[in-house]
């Protein structure tokens, strides 16, 4: 089956930690990204890459880090430098670059004790 | 700056009615647009996507595009108790390498 995988499901992280999180695709994509979403607000961009060793930081990156070594990962780390890193992370895919339609991993619930 | 409104909700429909959803933007020129329906707790899955100004039609949805005007709406014929979510609405425009999501608006279907 084709599809977006991220793990872990839930992840808790004790202040001034960084942890990462995993992001797999299979369905050939070029483009991948990531997306943080508070408790009742939308989503908002972080990172986001359109090709393999290439990406661009989106509207809040500060904090975060990525790479894009493979295709089909994009793995995303939340470094102690992050303030607030409690939150809903959601990985994306499209084909073709940016605009297309994007599919949404299962995402990862990430929680700061 | 690009923008997408939507009306936070709650909306709440009784079963069998027609929820109509729907989606403001700024800034003229935008290409696609899309739908997603997001489970309390789950990711946002996609429902449709239009790009060309009249009615897409899927199943009991159907999106409405009206560029002029910079809306797109999104209907739910027979609304069931399981459509109750929240609907996020994105836009992708032509000049902008970026989609943007709405903040959602969330619809409550009662049995």
């Known amino acids: 089956d084709g599809g977006i995988t991220q793990s872990p499901k839930y992840l808790f992280r004790k202040e001034g930690q960084n942890v990462t999180l995993s992001c797999e695709q299979n369905?050939?994509?070029?483009?991948m990204y990531w997306y943080r979403q508070d408790p009742g607000q939308g989503l908002r961009l972080i990172y986001y890459?359109?090709?393999?060793?290439?990406?661009q930081k989106g509207d809040i990156a500060e904090g975060y880090s990525v790479s894009r070594e493979k295709k089909e990962s994009f793995p995303l780390t939340v470094t102690s430098a992050q303030k607030n890193p409690t939150a809903f992370y959601l990985c994306?895919?499209?084909?073709?670059?940016?605009?297309?339609?994007?599919?949404f991993g299962p995402g990862t619930r990430l929680t700061v004790l | 700056q690009k923008e997408v409104e939507q009306n936070s909700g709650p909306l709440s429909v009784p079963e069998g009615a027609i929820a109509s959803l729907n989606c403001t933007y700024s800034?003229?020129?935008?290409?696609?647009f899309f739908w997603y329906r997001q489970y309390s707790g789950k990711s946002p899955e996609l429902i449709m996507s239009i790009y060309s100004n009249g009615d897409k039609e899927d199943g009991r949805f159907t999106a409405q595009l009206n560029k002029a005007s910079q809306y797109v709406s999104l209907l739910i014929r027979d609304s069931q108790p399981s459509d109750s979510a929240t609907y996020l609405c994105?836009?992708?425009?032509?000049?902008?390498?970026?989609?943007?999501f709405g903040p959602g608006t969330s619809l409550s279907v009662i049995p």
């Open positions: 994105a836009v992708k425009w032509t000049s902008y390498d970026k989609v943007i």
């Open positions: 369905l050939n994509h070029d483009a």
């Open positions: 994306a895919s499209s084909m073709e670059g940016l605009g297309d339609t994007q599919y």
């Open positions: 800034d003229r020129g935008s290409q696609s």
């Open positions: 890459s359109q090709i393999v060793n290439d990406f």
